[in-house]
């Protein structure tokens, strides 16, 4: 479905002219979903998660998303005026940290130029015309694994959580940085709740956290979640 | 510059002890910490957080900046600096309003429930955590003792120490030879002696290619073992000589004047040695009285000692159980004990303990592996529950991977110390 609907919403959206400029959107599309879904929605029904949602994207400041938790890097560089067009963006997703160390965004960057182009042309059909986002696939949230909803409702008990939190700070900065170890600072809840059932359950491939979310229980997994959602730098 | 260091130390212990330790007795609960290293900072800085002043905190550390001994081969080679691994105290004071004292606590009334320290002051506390790290054995290995440590050292206390290590390899003749004498069970950081050898191995190859690494081992075998084996067969071919057991490793004197080492008969002439001796608590637990034997013994729920429901012994110098003695277990000791002193003195919730350590270490550019565990309390000990290794043949993504997260893991935990 989804192959079929890009080249029809690329002839829909995109000015031939400007799809020349920034690159191929169908291999975007590719792209997005390979390098950027884990953490980012677009589309319809897009909403923040791990990192913000990217409807609207082109011409927002830099840490400019309403009801998204920001690291102060990226919320400094909205407030010196950052706004995200292709230049700043092509910079940003070619190496984030050289540019603008202390984002939170754990991605090493795309290296290779021509598929900046195809990335950002994907994403600019979003910023367009918003209000003709086709229908979303509903795959495309990109959740690695499924957690039964009574263990996604359990209300986490976020002093407890401070606790056993202490445990992930020793690896895990809490002000988000991250050099070789990713940061978890201001996950949305289910988020959180998923990546430690997906190592909890071996789904996800790392030896340590697989140990270490092995001897969580549900209540305590959603009291890390509740604390780390919350987390001040 | 390192002698400037020390002679600012001095200084500044004196003078500082005295107006600092008044600003105890002023009706709130008092915990006192000895010893500012992984565990003693993080207890420190953890009680004092998260009691949001409702407890004083008073820090007892001689050093004014805390060389950090994780890392500490990185330095020597060649991929950290001095300064790299040197962590400063005002963090704690300014953050989270922890009064630190440098000084030594030079004993412990355990009656009255006070602390002496060096400078002459004594300290009152309600509870009182002891996180001194190691001393040496006397005698462990015949023919050295402290007075020998700048001929042959141990850099096992990060510092002066290491920077002298640096310095003596740096200065070894062309094919020289270079001689660890290994420590026997339990010591500090299992794969400590070996990821050392590494590092040398690494900054020999590149300025004393024909050099020549030999180990004097106690032990029948160590941590991670057929990693660092293997590894030094792929990096190192042929420099390093282990001289385990069978091959007299158990039996080794040394001539610190000579600079001979002498291995069940054979005797080496060293151009660097370096001698980690048997390893004991830090003596001022041994002056508190909670040791018996090297180490002081512990309650797995809460690190308080056998001896003393109001006294705690945290990192190296505790006997707990299962725990390699490492800065990542003494950070997690930590974390637990000052839950439970802070629910003792103030009525905070306390959790169960949960404990884990992880230790990484590298073999050469970018080729690093680990190993980690996760521990509960029981009755008797701190008890592994699980645990994991690096496997051989890892391909060198992986290797590189594991090294990345190891310099976030050290991020990690001096912030988690000091911040
Ligand atoms: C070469 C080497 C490599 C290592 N690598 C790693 C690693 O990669 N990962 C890891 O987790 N661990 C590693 N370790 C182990 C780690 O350094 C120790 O396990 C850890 O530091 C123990 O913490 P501690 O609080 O018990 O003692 P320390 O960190 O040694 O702190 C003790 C502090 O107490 C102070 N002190 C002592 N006596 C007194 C007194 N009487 N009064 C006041 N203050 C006092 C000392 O000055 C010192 O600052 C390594 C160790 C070595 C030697």
């Known amino acids: 479905m989804r192959a079929v609907l890009i080249p029809i919403l690329l002839a829909l959206a995109v000015p031939a002219q400007a799809a020349e400029d920034l690159g191929d959107a169908e291999n975007g599309a590719k792209i997005f979903k390979s390098q950027c879904r884990t953490c980012h929605m677009v589309g319809e029904g897009a909403r923040n998660r791990v990192g913000p949602q990217l409807n609207g994207l082109f011409g927002r400041a830099a840490g400019g998303l309403e009801g998204f938790k920001y690291s102060k890097s990226l919320a400094r560089a909205g407030a010196d005026g950052l706004e995200w067009h292709f230049d700043t963006l092509n910079a940003y997703i070619d190496n984030p940290k050289v540019f603008a160390s202390g984002t939170r965004m754990n991605y ?13 042309a994907y994403l600019r059909i979003y910023s367009d015309d918003p209000a003709n986002i086709p229908e979303a696939d509903p795959t495309a949230v990109g959740t690695d694994h499924t957690v039964a909803p009574e263990i996604l409702a359990i209300v986490g008990d976020a002093e407890y959580g401070e606790y056993l939190a202490s445990e992930c700070l020793t690896c895990h900065k809490a002000d988000g940085a991250d050099d070789g170890i990713p940061s978890v600072t201001n996950w949305p809840a289910e988020d959180f709740v998923v990546a430690m059932h997906a190592y909890k359950d071996k789904i996800r491939p790392h030896p340590v956290m697989q140990m270490m979310a092995g001897r969580l229980n549900n209540e305590e997994i959603a009291a890390l979640a509740a604390y780390f959602e919350t987390l001040e730098d | 510059m390192k002698l400037n260091r020390r002679l600012f130390l001095g200084a500044t212990a004196a003078t500082l002890a005295a107006p600092m330790v008044n600003a105890a007795g002023h009706g709130k609960p008092r915990v006192v910490v000895v010893g500012g290293g992984a565990g003693g900072a993080t207890a420190a800085r953890y009680i004092a957080k998260d009691s949001k002043g409702e407890i004083d905190v008073t820090l007892i550390e001689p050093s004014r900046t805390y060389y950090t001994c994780f890392f500490s081969n990185l330095y020597l080679g060649g991929f950290k600096t001095i300064d790299d691994i040197g962590h400063t105290y005002g963090g704690l004071a300014s953050n989270h309003g922890v009064n630190v004292v440098h000084d030594w606590a030079v004993g412990v009334d355990r009656d009255a429930k006070t602390v002496s320290l060096a400078g002459g002051a004594s ?279 594991t090294y990345e997260e190891s310099e976030g893991w050290y991020a990690g935990i001096t912030a988690d110390m000091f911040s």
């Open chain 2, 123 to 401: 300290v009152p506390y309600d509870k009182l955590i002891l996180s001194p790290g190691i001393d040496f054995v006397d005698g462990s290995v015949p023919g050295w003792d402290l007075s020998a440590q700048n001929a042959m050292p141990h850099a096992y206390k990060a510092g002066s120490q290491t920077e002298l290590l640096k310095a003596q390899i740096a200065a070894m003749p062309e094919g020289g030879t270079y001689v660890m004498v290994a420590p026997p069970n339990p010591y500090r950081c299992p794969p400590g002696p070996y990821e050392r050898v590494s590092m040398v191995a690494h900054q020999l190859k590149m300025t004393n290619p024909t050099a020549k690494i030999i180990i004097a081992d106690p032990k029948p075998k160590f941590s991670k073992q057929a990693l660092f084996e293997e590894g030094w067969q792929k990096h190192y071919g042929g420099m390093i000589d282990l001289l385990g057991p069978d091959f007299g490793g158990e039996n080794v004197t040394v001539d610190p004047g000579a600079m001979t080492v002498d291995v069940d008969g054979e005797v080496i002439q060293a151009d660097v040695c370096n001698v980690i001796p048997a390893m004991k608590a830090g003596r001022i637990a041994e002056l508190a009285g909670v040791t018996d034997g090297n180490w002081a013994p512990v309650n797995a729920i809460d690190m308080s000692t056998k001896a003393d429901p109001d006294v705690y012994v945290l990192g190296d110098a505790s006997q707990q159980g299962d725990m390699p003695k490492s800065g990542f277990s003494a950070n997690s000791q930590a974390k637990v004990c000052a839950n439970a002193v802070r629910g003792a003195l103030t009525g905070s919730r306390v959790f169960p303990a949960k404990f884990s350590n992880t230790c990484w270490s590298l073999i050469d550019t970018n080729d690093g592996v680990k190993v980690g565990a996760t521990y509960e309390a029981t009755d008797e000990k701190i008890a592994k529950v699980d645990g994991f290794v690096s496997q051989t043949g890892e391909d060198a993504a992986l290797r590189k991977a």
């Open chain 1, 108 to 120: 090493r960057g795309l290296k290779d130029a021509g598929q900046r182009a195809d990335l950002l």
